[in-house]
C-alpha cells in the first residue's frame, strides 16, 4: 500500500551568523532593530541572527497551508528548511513523499550546458529516474516554448529563457509536497498566463500544499489552515480566515 505524504518540522531553530559585524557599530543597530531584537552570539560566539527559533509543524497528506508573517517573520526560511536548503542549528525535519519546490526556479541551471542537459541534471536532481526525465523531456521541451535554443549552452538565454527552462522542468510530475514562496509569475506576458494555469493544476494533484505569502485573499482561495509567523516563532494555527484575522 502507497504509503500517504507527510512533513514534519520539530523544533527547529535556524541562525544566521553575521560576519565583519560589531554590535556597538550603527549598522548593527539598525540589524538588532529590523529583526525585532533577535541578534544575538551563536555557539561559536559569533554575532548572528536567530531566523527560526523553536517550530515544529505537522503537515499530512491533503493539506492546503498558508504561511502568513510580516517582512522578515521566517517565512522563506521555513520553506527553505522543510525543502532541505538550509541546516538547522537544532532540531529536525521528516519528509515522506517526494518534494517540489518552487521557491526558486531558475537555481541550479548550469550555463555551460545545454538546455537538454540542464533538463536532464535537474529532473535528476528532483529525484526522477533516469527513464522518466526520458519519458518527460519532450513535453518539458515543448513548454518551454524555447526550441532550437535547447540545444545551446544556458548562457546564451536571457533571464526569462532560464526561468521558462526551470519552471518546465520544476512542474513536469506530480508533488507529494509542494512548497512554494508566492504565487509564482514566470517569464514574459506572453508565457504568464501559460504558467499560472500550469501552476494551478500543480497545486491541484499536490498532496501536501505550503504556500508563504502576505496576500491574505489569495491564502484564503487556495489555503483551508493557516500558519501565522513572528520574530521567527509561530504565533498562532488553526483554519485559514481565523490566522487571518490574527495576522
Avoid at 31 to 38: E, K, N, P, Q
Avoid at 77 to 93: I, K, Q
Avoid at 174 to 189: A, K, N, S, T, Y
Wanted: hydrophobic letters at 40%.
Amino acid at each position: 500500500m502507497k504509503v500517504q505524504p507527510s512533513l514534519r518540522v520539530d523544533s527547529v531553530t535556524v541562525d544566521f551568523p553575521i560576519y565583519n559585524a560589531n554590535m556597538r557599530s550603527i549598522k548593527n543597530q539598525f540589524i538588532y532593530h529590523g529583526t525585532g531584537g533577535r541578534v544575538g552570539r551563536d555557539a561559536a560566539n559569533r554575532l548572528s541572527v536567530r531566523a527560526l527559533d523553536d517550530v515544529s509543524l505537522n503537515f499530512d497528506h491533503g493539506d492546503r497551508v498558508g504561511i502568513l508573517g510580516h517582512n522578515g517573520a521566517g517565512k522563506t526560511t521555513l520553506l527553505r528548511v522543510m525543502a532541505g536548503v538550509y541546516e538547522p542549528v537544532r532540531g529536525h525535519v521528516w519528509r515522506q513523499g517526494r518534494l517540489a519546490s518552487l521557491l526558486n526556479v531558475s537555481l541550479g541551471i548550469d550555463s555551460e550546458s545545454t538546455g537538454y542537459e540542464n533538463i536532464v541534471s535537474r529532473g535528476l536532481l528532483l529525484g526522477l529516474s533516469p527513464t522518466e526525465v526520458e519519458e518527460r523531456t519532450a513535453e518539458i521541451a515543448e513548454f518551454t516554448e524555447l526550441g532550437d535554443y535547447l540545444a545551446m549552452p544556458a548562457h546564451t538565454y536571457s533571464s526569462g529563457m532560464r526561468l521558462r527552462l526551470g519552471f518546465a522542468v520544476c512542474t513536469c510530475f506530480d508533488p507529494e509536497i509542494l512548497l512554494m514562496d508566492e504565487w509564482l509569475g514566470v517569464g514574459d506576458r506572453n508565457f504568464v498566463e501559460k504558467a499560472r494555469r500550469r501552476v494551478d493544476e500543480f497545486v491541484e494533484r499536490a498532496g501536501i500544499l505550503v504556500l508563504a505569502s502576505q496576500n491574505t485573499a489569495l491564502l484564503k482561495r487556495v489555503c483551508e489552515k493557516g500558519v501565522l509567523l513572528e520574530g521567527g516563532k509561530v504565533k498562532a494555527t488553526g483554519p485559514i480566515d481565523e490566522v487571518v484575522d490574527r495576522y
